[in-house]
C-alpha cells in the first residue's frame, strides 16, 4: 500500500523506523502514514531517514484527510453509520501541506499548513534569511492516496462498554482487579482513584 519494497522495509526496520517483527509484520494506519511521509521526503530530497524526525502533527494531518475517504470506515457488530459519524471519532481536515525549508538541519520537523495563502504568509516571514527553497508535501494526497490502495476500511467501529460498565471497572481496578485496569489501560480510562 505504501509502494516501500521490502529490503527497503528491512532497511528501515533496522534503523528504527518501523517497528520490529518476526515474519509477517502488521502495520497500524498510523504506521503506514508514517511510512508513506519517509517515503514523500526521501523522493524530495528531505534527510527521511533519521528517527529522531518528528513527523506525528504530519501524520495525524494526513490521517485526518484519509478518513474523508468514502472506503476508510467500517462499522461491526450491525452498527448503524448514521448514528455513528466519523466526525465522532476523528476530527476534519485542518492542514493541507506539510513542508520543510533548506538548508536541512539536525532535527528536522515538518512544518504544518493550512492551505498555500497561510504557507505565503509563513514564508514571507523568512524574506530575510537565504535558502535555497522548500520542500511542500501534500498531505490530502498522502492520506487519500493511501485510503484508495487499502481497498478496504482503514479503521473498524464497533460496539465498546457503556458508561455504567465502565464505572463498574473503575471501581474492581481501585480495589485491586488487575484484568479491570488492565482492560482500562486498553481502553484509555483512568482507574487509580488517587489520580482521578
Not at 18 to 37: I, N, T
Not at 51 to 59: E, K, N, R
Not at 75 to 86: A, F, K, M, S, V
Not at 120 to 126: D, F, K
Request: proline share 8%.
Amino acid at each position: 500500500m505504501t509502494d516501500i519494497n521490502p529490503p527497503v522495509q528491512r532497511n528501515w526496520r533496522r534503523r528504527g523506523l518501523l517497528p520490529k517483527v518476526e515474519g509477517w509484520a502488521r502495520l497500524s494506519p498510523q504506521d503506514l502514514l508514517h511510512v508513506s511521509l519517509r517515503e514523500a521526503m526521501g523522493q524530495l530530497g528531505i534527510p527521511h531517514l533519521d528517527p529522531l524526525i518528528y513527523l506525528d502533527d504530519a501524520v495525524v494531518a494526513a490521517q485526518a484527510w484519509a478518513v474523508t475517504h468514502p472506503g476508510s470506515l467500517g462499522y461491526l457488530d450491525g452498527l448503524e453509520p448514521e448514528l455513528h459519524p466519523r466526525s465522532s471519532f476523528f476530527d476534519p481536515p485542518r492542514f493541507r501541506y506539510a513542508w520543510a525549508r533548506t538548508p536541512w538541519r539536525e532535527g528536522l520537523k515538518l512544518e504544518l499548513a493550512t492551505d498555500l495563502s497561510s504557507l505565503n504568509e509563513v514564508l514571507a516571514e523568512y524574506d530575510e534569511e537565504p535558502a535555497a527553497g522548500i520542500a511542500l508535501i501534500d498531505l490530502k494526497a498522502i492520506g487519500l492516496g493511501l485510503a484508495e490502495r487499502a481497498g478496504e476500511p482503514l479503521w473498524y467501529v464497533s460496539a465498546g462498554p457503556g458508561m455504567r460498565n465502565k464505572v463498574d471497572a473503575q471501581n474492581a481496578a481501585a480495589n485491586g482487579d488487575k484484568a479491570a485496569q488492565q482492560a482500562l489501560e486498553a481502553i484509555g480510562v483512568e482507574w487509580d482513584a488517587s489520580k482521578l
